[in-house]
């Protein structure tokens, strides 16, 4: 009787260890391989994430695109998800690893993809599918003209590159660039150098508070004038360490961005907070508001921003009567060594989730090889200062002819946008990218954290001391969990496995708590008939 009992007891603990293994999703998935042949007798349904604004000329993109794929391949529907922002998209994809419900493309950022990595296979390698002779980039049975592997940008492919695969494409392609009032540069007595610096946009910024005798700002005669906005802190700090050779992390995970350098961009930064030289987007709102309104003279933002940015701008968030008339001039992001210019390679990737069935997952790369084609990489392009991913788009006689129209009309060839993607192109080989490793993500807020924590404290009336910064650097670390990745004031020699959301943390609690205590009730009953 004692044997069955122990049996019994052991067959429910078995249960138990599934049902508990059970809870974290797809570990257990198996790699993806690729079918001999697509099956255009099922049909498919996948899924498609994306990420947009207002501006509904890139809606219509994707809507076409879809459209058009669609006829291509009768049997494979795309369902469009649009967000608001790429932070929404990464926070719906990991609640979404936990329930199983991932989206089949995803538009993505690499430091994204790493934390999504940390379930096994959730996300397709692509380096397989690239050189598939039928279904690879260019193949034979693909049904439209995608691009060859050697016809997509080398630099912009090697991005999407990490953790011994390639784990995306590229989808476009942007940089920062400073859109400065050059009316009211030149009214201050200055004169724009061939290659922005630090130093000139401090001076300059300085030079356009003094105040007439009315209490006006001097340069514009309004009252509000915050000469110097950025509007992505967390690449204004990054970018400036990489210009110092300064550390930043390694490609293995060390957390370097805690310095003496750093230190010294922040004691920077906070002088000029303090004199109201310079502010942020999240703590002014956008740049491009305060620029067309002659209140902001450097304004940095992405190069996919132009179109918001300069006295004729297609779009903008103030009223008409509100905007100045001024010279816009488009420059790269200010630098320490002219002679040496460096700025940040960024844009969305594409990612493909994997699936039980190995014919969703292609049907996934096909529409993934699609968006790659020239006709939506040409049209996409055009409606922001991105630059196509493929050689193939960019040198397209249709690229080509949009490029040379700058400034023809203020919709599609407005001046500043086309600027802005020549920017990009004119400087591919100075751009560069950060490492991708699991807990990047978080790195990289940490570091535009450091920035706008020190201008809030600032415009407080704190003192920026080296207790400070020694405080800031240790609150940071603890905040985005970078003792636990590889470095940081007080490193600890642990791997960070990704914080999972909330929900999901709860499901695996409740999970847990019910079959400890399914485990303990059996415990209970056998030891109870036992004593009788």
Same mark, same amino acid.
């Given at each position: 009787?004692?044997?069955? =009992?122990?049996?019994?007891?052991?067959?429910? @603990?078995?249960?138990?260890?599934?049902?508990?293994?059970?809870?974290? *999703?797809?570990?257990?998935? &198996?790699?993806?391989?690729?079918?001999?042949?697509?099956?255009?007798?099922?049909?498919?349904? $996948?899924?498609?994430?994306?990420?947009?604004?207002?501006?509904?000329?890139?809606?219509?993109?994707?809507?076409?695109?879809?459209?058009?794929?669609?006829?291509?391949?009768?049997?494979?529907?795309?369902?469009?998800?649009?967000?608001?922002?790429? +932070?929404?998209?990464?926070?719906?994809?990991?609640?979404?690893?936990?329930?199983?419900?991932?989206?089949?493309?995803?538009?993505?950022?690499?430091?994204?993809?790493?934390?999504?990595?940390?379930?096994?296979?959730?996300?397709?390698?692509?380096?397989? !599918?690239?050189?598939?002779?039928?279904? +690879?980039?260019?193949?034979?049975?693909?049904?439209?003209?995608?691009?060859? @592997?050697?016809?997509?940008?080398?630099?912009?492919?090697?991005?999407?590159?990490?953790?011994?695969?390639?784990?995306?494409?590229?989808?476009?392609? &942007?940089?920062?660039?400073?859109?400065?009032?050059?009316?009211?540069?030149?009214?201050?007595?200055?004169?724009?150098?061939?290659?922005?610096?630090?130093?000139?946009?401090?001076?300059?910024?300085?030079?356009?508070?003094?105040?007439? &005798?009315?209490?006006?700002?001097?340069?514009? +005669?309004?009252?509000?004038?915050?000469?110097?906005?950025? =509007?992505?802190?967390?690449?204004?700090?990054?970018?400036?360490?990489?210009?110092?050779?300064?550390?930043?992390?390694?490609?293995?995970?060390? $957390?370097? !961005?805690?310095?003496?350098?750093?230190?010294?961009?922040?004691?920077?930064?906070?002088?000029?907070?303090?004199?109201?030289?310079?502010?942020?987007?999240?703590?002014?709102?956008?740049?491009?508001?305060? !620029?067309?309104? *002659?209140?902001?003279?450097?304004?940095?933002?992405?190069?996919?921003?132009?179109?918001?940015?300069?006295?004729?701008?297609?779009?903008?968030?103030?009223?008409?009567?509100?905007?100045?008339?001024?010279?816009?001039?488009?420059?790269?992001?200010?630098?320490?060594?002219?002679?040496?210019? =460096?700025? $940040?390679?960024?844009?969305?990737?594409?990612?493909?989730?994997?699936?039980?069935?190995?014919?969703?997952?292609?049907?996934?790369?096909?529409?993934?090889?699609?968006?790659?084609?020239?006709?939506?990489?040409?049209?996409?392009?055009?409606?922001?200062?991105?630059?196509?991913?493929?050689? =193939?788009?960019?040198?397209?006689?249709?690229?080509?002819?949009?490029?040379?129209?700058?400034?023809?009309?203020?919709?599609?060839?407005?001046?500043?946008?086309?600027?802005?993607?020549?920017?990009?192109?004119?400087?591919?080989?100075?751009?560069?990218?950060?490492?991708?490793?699991? *807990?990047?993500?978080?790195?990289?807020? @940490? &570091?535009?954290?450091?920035?706008?924590?020190?201008?809030?404290?600032?415009?407080? +009336?704190?003192?920026?001391?080296?207790?400070?910064?020694?405080? !800031?650097?240790?609150?940071?670390?603890?905040?985005?969990?970078?003792?636990?990745?590889?470095?940081?004031?007080?490193? @600890?020699?642990?791997?960070?496995?990704?914080?999972?959301?909330?929900?999901?943390?709860?499901?695996?609690?409740?999970?847990?708590?019910?079959? *400890?205590?399914?485990?303990?009730?059996?415990?209970?009953?056998?030891?109870?008939?036992?004593?009788?």
């Amino acid at each position: 009787m004692r044997a069955k =009992k122990r049996k019994a007891f052991l067959i429910l @603990a078995a249960i138990s260890l599934l049902f508990l293994t059970g809870c974290h *999703g797809r570990e257990g998935m &198996s790699a993806f391989a690729i079918p001999e042949e697509f099956d255009r007798t099922g049909n498919y349904e $996948i899924s498609f994430w994306a990420k947009n604004d207002t501006n509904k000329t890139q809606t219509a993109i994707y809507e076409q695109a879809i459209s058009d794929f669609e006829a291509l391949y009768p049997n494979i529907k795309v369902n469009l998800r649009l967000y608001t922002d790429y +932070g929404k998209i990464y926070n719906d994809v990991i609640t979404n690893i936990a329930t199983d419900t991932t989206p089949n493309v995803c538009i993505t950022y690499p430091d994204h993809i790493a934390t999504y990595l940390t379930g096994a296979n959730q996300v397709v390698p692509l380096e397989e !599918l690239f050189a598939d002779e039928k279904y +690879g980039l260019g193949g034979s049975e693909v049904a439209f003209d995608a691009p060859k @592997a050697e016809e997509i940008v080398p630099g912009f492919l090697e991005e999407c590159a990490f953790g011994g695969h390639y784990y995306a494409v590229p989808y476009m392609r &942007s940089t920062e660039a400073c859109y400065i009032n050059k009316t009211y540069v030149e009214a201050l007595g200055f004169t724009l150098p061939e290659t922005l610096t630090w130093d000139f946009v401090w001076e300059v910024s300085e030079a356009a508070l003094e105040k007439d &005798s009315a209490g006006n700002f001097a340069v514009n +005669g309004q009252k509000v004038m915050i000469p110097f906005i950025y =509007k992505s802190t967390d690449n204004m700090m990054i970018q400036m360490l990489r210009q110092k050779d300064a550390g930043y992390s390694t490609k293995e995970g060390e $957390i370097l !961005l805690f310095n003496d350098t750093t230190k010294s961009f922040l004691e920077t930064i906070a002088e000029h907070v303090r004199s109201g030289a310079f502010s942020t987007f999240k703590i002014s709102s956008y740049p491009a508001n305060f !620029l067309n309104a *002659g209140q902001c003279i450097f304004a940095v933002d992405s190069t996919a921003g132009a179109t918001w940015m300069g006295t004729n701008a297609p779009l903008c968030d103030i009223s008409r009567d509100k905007i100045v008339d001024f010279e816009t001039a488009v420059m790269p992001i200010p630098q320490f060594f002219p002679e040496n210019p =460096k700025m $940040i390679s960024q844009g969305p990737s594409v990612c493909i989730f994997n699936k039980e069935d190995s014919q969703e997952v292609l049907a996934s790369w096909l529409f993934v090889q699609y968006l790659l084609t020239n006709e939506v990489q040409t049209a996409y392009s055009e409606t922001e200062g991105y630059v196509p991913v493929t050689l =193939k788009a960019q040198n397209s006689a249709e690229y080509q002819d949009y490029l040379s129209r700058c400034g023809e009309d203020n919709g599609t060839y407005y001046d500043v946008k086309i600027k802005a993607a020549n920017l990009l192109l004119e400087n591919m080989e100075n751009t560069f990218v950060t490492p991708v490793f699991n *807990g990047s993500a978080s790195l990289r807020d @940490a &570091s535009g954290q450091l920035i706008e924590k020190t201008v809030k404290s600032v415009r407080r +009336g704190q003192e920026i001391t080296d207790e400070y910064i020694e405080e !800031l650097y240790s609150d940071t670390a603890s905040l985005y969990r970078l003792n636990q990745i590889g470095g940081g004031p007080r490193s @600890a020699e642990k791997e960070d496995l990704g914080e999972l959301p909330r929900t999901a943390v709860w499901l695996l609690s409740a999970l847990l708590g019910a079959w *400890g205590l399914i485990i303990l009730y059996v415990i209970f009953r056998m030891i109870k008939r036992k004593a009788f």
